[in-house]
């Protein structure tokens, strides 16, 4: 599975691709706006330069004429930009005219799974089915992912790949990861937060604590010479 960081936040970007374990950025409106950023487009650009893997950047415009301008616009930052545009009729023509042109696309606030049929016929690179919007609303935001992976395996012509979106907790990861979902997009407190167990902890105290009672120090130490 891969790991996307949801994020617009730089430095939070930095910390994790240190790590080797991100595999992508997904940006949405909302974030941009929580960045501070006064233009997106340096911002996109920013994160491209950290990131190799897909970047998510959503259009503004919700009519099809502006959109398809605004997503070519941003395609041209940089090879691995993913537009990312509203799951509407609008949002599926423009997916279809940029999938056409070779530019990724992922398609957004996906809540069924008659969109995301929709959305990989339009030749979508991913989608984005939101789990906890939906888990808010007191449906099932996993039974979704459930659906989209069951149907998409049943037709190999479909490329498209599920972005697992809107993730609260490793739950939400690890269900989606046992139902083969290709990507889960988290905040980076919950990618963090994926590492931890309190027998982790426990367990690393008390190695800590029985290794210093040996005295030793690893590097202090020659190698052996032998064979
Ligand atoms: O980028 C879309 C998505 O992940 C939104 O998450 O937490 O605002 O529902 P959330």
Known sequence: MKFFADTADIAEIRDLAA?????????????????????????????CEVVDGPVSA???AIDFETMLKEGRHLAQIAPNVAVKVPLTPAGLKV???????????????????????????????????????????GQNGLNLI???VEIYNQYPAFTTEVLVAS?????????????????????????????????????????VADWQKTGQDILSQELPKRG
Request: proline share 5%.
């Open 19 to 47: 790590t080797g374990l991100l595999d992508g950025v997904t940006t949405n409106p909302s974030l941009v706006a929580k960045s501070g950023r006064s233009s997106f487009v340096e911002l996109i650009a920013d994160i």
């Open 58 to 60: 959503e259009v503004a």
């Open 95 to 137: 997916c279809r005219t940029l999938a056409n042109e070779g530019t990724m696309v992922n398609v957004t606030l996906c809540f069924s799974a008659a969109q995301a049929i929709l959305a990989a016929k339009a030749g979508a690179a991913f989608v984005s089915p939101f789990v906890g919007r939906l888990d808010d609303i």
């Open 146 to 148: 459930a659906e989209i």
């Open 167 to 207: 993730v609260r907790n490793p739950i939400h990861v690890v269900e989606s990861a046992r139902m083969g979902a290709h990507v889960a997009t988290m905040p980076p407190a919950v990618i963090r937060s994926l590492a931890n167990h309190p027998l982790t902890d426990k367990g690393l105290s008390q190695f």
